[in-house]
């Protein structure tokens, strides 16, 4: 097994824990849902949150359907590679988000979790992975609003 580190999964110190909330996407394969959530908060959130994902059994390479359907918001996630999920990354996010990897993703006390009931875009052409991006995009933008709130933003 090789170790792969990106700036994803770097483990980030007290100080810069605190400064901003972290969010962990996390599904099987680390192929569709989980990278277009990632991507769309990384974007949406214009770096403001940390933004990590990862996979219980992550796939080889990012599902293409996801890819192009994101390519059509104007967002490239052409680079992004599935990782496997570790319990660094779980220790170091504020916020945990699975999408079906179910009893796979460890579980850390103080932690928030929430479970996105999202179809899985695996094996499926753009036209079918469309209203799953656009679901996950309004998910997002209520996660933004929740961790950022406005009021926050203006000082």
């Known amino acids: 097994m090789t170790a792969e ?3 994803e999964t770097t483990a980030t110190t007290p100080a810069e824990s605190t400064d ?4 962990l996407f996390v599904c099987v394969h680390n192929a569709g849902r989980s990278q277009m959530a990632a991507t769309y908060l990384t974007h949406l959130s214009e770096g403001r ?7 219980s059994a992550p796939a080889e390479s990012v ?65 079918a992975v469309r209203p799953i991006r656009d679901e996950i995009k309004a998910r997002i933008q ?6 950022l709130p406005a009021d926050d933003t203006t000082s």
């Open 142 to 147: 209520a996660l933004i609003a929740e961790l």
């Open 49 to 55: 949150i940390e933004v990590r994902s990862a996979g």
């Open 63 to 127: 599902n293409p359907a996801a890819v192009e359907a994101m390519a059509e918001e104007g967002i490239d996630m052409s680079a992004q590679t599935p990782k496997i999920l570790t319990d660094q990354a779980v220790q170091d996010s504020d916020v945990v988000i699975t999408m079906g990897c179910g009893d796979a993703c460890p579980f850390y006390p103080g932690k928030r979790y929430e479970d996105w009931a999202l179809e899985d875009p695996a094996g499926k052409g753009v036209e």
């Open 5 to 7: 580190t990106t700036p």
């Open 20 to 23: 901003k909330p972290s969010v």
